[in-house]
């Protein structure tokens, strides 16, 4: 056993073998191959319900760009605790977040695809032959300028009616339904390794234990004594 594998096994010792039947199962069907960015969404209640829709879907990783606006806290009656089990990533520091976010994602091998209905490019018609990083835009005014020539394609969501554009999380729910399906359907390898897999059970063990940090510290050096 590797000593990730055996601080996960001292962790499974401590809570509920239900607890370690879910963790195995939701961590097996976990994904960083698709991630998520959010760029000055100014309501609270839509970043939430975006937070629980991506943990809905087994998405990882969360990205938000804050540019001079306060950082939302995930609402606990919308999020409904997904805070706990999807990592979020914040930028909002230097000169232009927006690019720094996008830059970083780039240097790790994803594809910048931006939502806006301007444009003729259907969602389901992207390829996930690399990672893909799924960008939405503010609530009133969709992506910004940089995010328009950051990205890789342009993509909308159809729609049939005379509004121009779905609410984010919802907008958020339809593109990761059709671009999981996609990735379940294709020869990517696209879920977590094991020792992700066990990283990150780690992890969620740690949130829902009194402080878990330190008891992880602990186990560690236990490990490492023998």
């Known amino acids: ?14 809570i509920t073998e239900s607890k370690q039947d879910k963790y195995d199962q939701i961590a097996a069907d976990r994904t960083k191959y698709l991630t998520v960015v959010m760029e000055s969404i100014s309501k609270e209640h839509n970043s939430s319900a975006v937070l629980r829709t991506c943990d809905c879907f ?9 540019k001079g606006q306060k950082i939302h806290e995930p609402m606990r009656d919308i999020a409904l605790g997904a805070g706990n089990w999807v990592d979020l990533h ?22 910048i695809v931006a939502t806006t209905p301007h444009t003729d490019i259907d969602i389901s018609d992207i390829a996930v032959d690399q990672p893909i990083a799924l960008v939405f835009g503010t ?34 729910a339809i593109a990761l339904n059709i671009l999981r399906n996609k990735l379940e359907h294709s020869d990517e ?38």
């Not at 056993?1 to 401590?14: G, H, P, R, S």
């Not at 087994?58 to 804050?66: C, K, R, V």
């Not at 159809?158 to 958020?172: K, R």
């Not at 066990?198 to 004594?225: A, M």
Request: with cysteine; glycine share 6%; net charge negative.
């Open 139 to 172: 609530e009133k005014t969709g992506i910004s300028k940089e995010v328009e020539e950051m990205a890789d394609e342009l993509v909308k969501i159809p729609m049939y009616g005379f509004t121009e554009s779905f609410n984010i999380s919802v907008s958020a």
């Open 189 to 226: 390898d696209w879920k977590l390794p094991h020792n992700e897999q066990v990283k990150l059970k780690i992890e969620w063990c740690t949130r829902i234990i009194r402080d878990g940090g330190k008891v992880e510290d602990e186990i560690r050096r236990r490990i490492e004594s023998m």
């Open 58 to 66: 087994g998405i990882q990783d969360l990205h938000t760009i804050e």
């Open 90 to 111: 914040t930028y909002d520091t230097g000169e232009n977040p927006t690019v720094d976010c996008l830059q970083e994602l780039k240097s790790k091998g994803y594809k």
């Open 1 to 14: 056993m590797t000593t990730d594998e055996k601080v996960l096994a001292e962790f499974y010792n401590i």
